[in-house]
Antibody, heavy 121, light 111 residues
Framework: VQLVEFGGALVQPGRSLRLSCVVS????????MHWVRQAPGKGLEWVAG????????KYADSVMGRLSISRDNAKRSLSLRMDSLKTDDTALYYC???????????????WGKGTTVTVSS | QSALTQPASVSGSPGQSITISCTGT?????????VSWYQQHPGKAPKVMIY???NRPSGVSNRFSGSKSGNTASLTISGLQTEDEADYYC???????????FGTGTTVTVL
C-alpha cells in the first residue's frame, strides 16, 4: 500500500492551491479517504473525508467553505482544492486511507508521507 | 470541535508499563466505538497502533493495548522499550459537524 502526495507549495494569503494524492497497492474504489494536516511543531488535525463513492463528504469546521475534497476512482487519485488560503493553513498535509472495508468512515489506517503547504506573503 | 485532552508527556523506564489517557465527551469518545491511537516518530508519518478502542492492526506489538471507560480512552504500553519513544495521538469519530477529532498529543519518553 502506497500513498504519494504532491502539489504542496509556498503561496500568498488569499490564493488557491490544489493537492493531489496517487495511491497503489489496494482497491482504491473500496475505501474512504481523508486529508489530515499538521502545522509545524503542532498536533494532528483532521481536515476532510470522502466516502468510497463520493456520496458522503465531511469537513472540519476550520476549513468549511474554503477547502474541497474530491476523488477520481478511475485514476486512483484523491484531491484537495484549497481556496482563500490563510497563514493558519500552513502545514504538512497527509493523504490517508480509511480502514473500513465497506468504504465508509472508521479510522485512519495508512498514511502517506505528506506534502508541505506554506502560506506566507 | 475541541481537541481531545491528553497529558503532554508521560515517561517510564525500560520494561515498565505506562498509560496515556484521552478524555473527550459523550459526543465523541463516550458515544462511539471508533477510538484509535497513532504513534508518530520525529519526521515520520503517523502509524495506527489501535483502532475501534481495543483492536491492534497486524504487525503491531501486543505490548500495546487500548481500553475505554465513559468519555475517557486509554492506551497502555507494557514492557516499555526505547523504540516506543514517540508522540502518541488519540482520535475519535465525532457526532458533530467535524467527522473526527484528534487528541492534543502525548510525548512518551523512555528514561
Amino acid at each position: 500500500v502506497q500513498l504519494v502526495e504532491f502539489g504542496g507549495a509556498l503561496v500568498q494569503p488569499g490564493r488557491s492551491l490544489r493537492l493531489s494524492c496517487v495511491v497503489s497497492g489496494f482497491p482504491f474504489n473500496n475505501y474512504a479517504m481523508h486529508w489530515v494536516r499538521q502545522a509545524p511543531g503542532k498536533g494532528l488535525e483532521w481536515v476532510a473525508g470522502i466516502s468510497w463513492n463520493s456520496n458522503t463528504i465531511k469537513y472540519a469546521d476550520s476549513v468549511m467553505g474554503r477547502l474541497s475534497i474530491s476523488r477520481d476512482n478511475a485514476k486512483r487519485s484523491l484531491s484537495l482544492r484549497m481556496d482563500s488560503l490563510k497563514t493558519d493553513d500552513t502545514a504538512l498535509y497527509y493523504c490517508v486511507k480509511d480502514g473500513d472495508v465497506t468504504g465508509h468512515f472508521q479510522f485512519m489506517d495508512v498514511w502517506g508521507k505528506g506534502t508541505t503547504v506554506t502560506v506566507s506573503s | 470541535q475541541s481537541a481531545l485532552t491528553q497529558p503532554a508527556s508521560v515517561s517510564g523506564s525500560p520494561g515498565q508499563s505506562i498509560t496515556i489517557s484521552c478524555t473527550g465527551t459523550s459526543s465523541d469518545v463516550g458515544g462511539y466505538k471508533y477510538v484509535s491511537w497513532y504513534q508518530q516518530h520525529p519526521g515520520k508519518a503517523p502509524k495506527v497502533m489501535i483502532y475501534e478502542v481495543i483492536n491492534r492492526p497486524s504487525g503491531v506489538s501486543n505490548r500495546f493495548s487500548g481500553s475505554k471507560s465513559g468519555n475517557t480512552a486509554s492506551l497502555t504500553i507494557s514492557g516499555l522499550q526505547t523504540e516506543d519513544e514517540a508522540d502518541y495521538y488519540c482520535s475519535s469519530y465525532s457526532g458533530t459537524s467535524s467527522l473526527y477529532v484528534f487528541g492534543t498529543g502525548t510525548t512518551v519518553t523512555v528514561l
